[in-house]
């Protein structure tokens, strides 16, 4: 007997409560990588309490679990989110952090976030809170981790984050 179950649709969230509500959920339900793709680490998304124990319990769930992390502007991303940003200083084998080089920064201004390698979330523009969720579209999110794994191996830790340890 096959699954005739059709696959979940991609929901559209509106406001910054949706979008840190889907990305909490997202983290909750991952078991080996969030890969988090962000202009500025956006302090309404990502500057929360919720946000960033949703992220903790991740990371220490297994020893396998990884948080990839791009950002554009650092000093932004640090002054927005410190709760990510600590976290990240105290779980240095965990979680990864780096700013693209200079000539791919514009190339992407939203807020993107993977897990593990079946859920997308992405907010394309930075002066919307719209967002969409892709639940399990496995070609789009292939493109994305692709898009993101390239762009991964272009960028290096900023000064910024290494004066931090990061």
Known sequence: MTDKTPPEEAQ???????????AVEMAGGASRELRLLSDTLDGRLWGGADIADAVRRF??????S???VLVNNVQSAMHNSPRLVELARHLTSRVELRQPPEER?????GELLIADRSQLLERRE???MDARFLPH??????????????LWDQSEPSEEMRSLGL
């Open 12 to 22: 559209l969230l509106q406001g910054a409560a949706a979008f840190i509500a889907k």
């Open 59 to 64: 990371l220490l769930r297994s020893e396998y």
């Open 66 to 68: 990884r948080l990839r």
């Open 105 to 109: 920064r514009q190339n992407y201004r």
């Open 126 to 128: 930075p002066g919307t």
């Open 137 to 150: 579209e496995p070609a789009v999110t292939q493109v994305q981790i692709s898009n993101f794994d390239e």
